[in-house]
């Protein structure tokens, strides 16, 4: 747990990922398109990948991957970011976290 704690706060915009799952690829466009580079942890290449799945689990996450944290905090997964993304809220959360596009 104490590993997944400090991974999720290492960077402003943390997603955890699988390299074969198409849900964490559709939250890693949408973050690169409003200007957000997000630090994404691919948990299936780490030897410690079942331990971090019932630590995001046990954080929250009501499906391992993708979890998405921003500044530290849990946003939730796929459906939680779309949503706040429809309604408007995602981008001011992400707002200190994007990237300078002058």
């Excluded at 290492?10 to 699988?18: D, H, L, P, T, Y």
């Excluded at 030897?47 to 993708?66: F, H, N, Q």
């Excluded at 949503?83 to 981008?91: E, I, P, Q």
């Amino acid at each position: 747990m104490d590993k997944v704690v400090r991974m999720s706060s290492e960077k402003g915009v943390v997603i955890f990922s699988k390299s074969s799952c198409c849900m964490s690829y559709a939250v890693l466009v949408l973050f690169q398109d409003l200007g957000v580079h997000p630090t994404v942890h691919d948990i299936d290449k780490d030897p410690d990948c079942r331990e971090i799945e019932k630590a995001l689990m046990r954080i929250g996450c009501s499906t391992p991957v993708p979890a998405i944290f921003v500044d530290g905090k849990l946003v939730g997964s796929t459906n939680e970011v779309m949503s706040m993304h429809l309604s408007g809220s995602l981008v001011p959360l992400v707002k200190p976290f994007q990237a300078n596009l002058c």
